[in-house]
């Protein structure tokens, strides 16, 4: 499923927490020094939405996954570019239908992957997934990434947070 391929990407881009309060860390600049480090995943939630024309009504699809527990889900960033994902996780799968539910399920998912990143800007491309990644918080104990794509009918939207050790 493509939305578990990103999330899972996504999920070794980095992330983390946080809305930023007056007395909390600051954020950083984002640069490989800075990322660099060994995080846990401690958040991951996406949704992806098709709009679609049946029999001349709208129809709207939603699929939602949530992570509900994280098992030794590590992400080793490295100031090189390179990075390794291991551990699993479990996420609770929705499927919406015109805003009526006509799908769940809960699944584990395995994070044993490697591969390099580069920083571009606020952003993480990770190069197995082919996609860019906002950081939208990064401090010395937290990382939270974002990602927003909208393809005519469709969006989808993903974060992840870390938490670093």
């Not at 390179?82 to 539910?101: A, I, L, M, R």
């Amino acid at each position: 499923m493509k939305t578990l391929k990103i999330l899972f990407l996504s999920l070794l881009t980095i992330a983390t927490i946080s809305c930023g309060d007056d007395d909390g860390p600051e954020n950083l600049p984002v640069n490989a020094e800075n990322i660099a480090g060994t995080y846990s995943l401690t958040f991951f939630r996406s949704q992806e939405t098709y709009n679609e024309t049946v029999n001349g009504s709208t129809v709207t699809r939603v699929y939602l996954e949530e992570g509900t527990a994280f098992n030794n889900a590590i992400f080793v960033f490295n100031a090189n570019g390179t990075y390794t994902s291991s551990g699993t996780y479990t996420y609770d799968y929705e499927e919406q239908v015109n805003g009526v539910v006509v799908d769940t399920d809960t699944e584990i998912d395995s994070l044993t992957t490697s591969g390099t990143y580069s920083v571009v800007g606020n952003s993480i491309y990770l190069s197995d997934a082919d996609e860019t990644f906002e950081v939208q918080t990064l401090t010395s104990s937290n990382m939270t990434l974002s990602l927003n794509e909208v393809d005519g009918d469709s969006s989808y939207e993903l974060e992840i947070r870390f938490t670093k050790q």
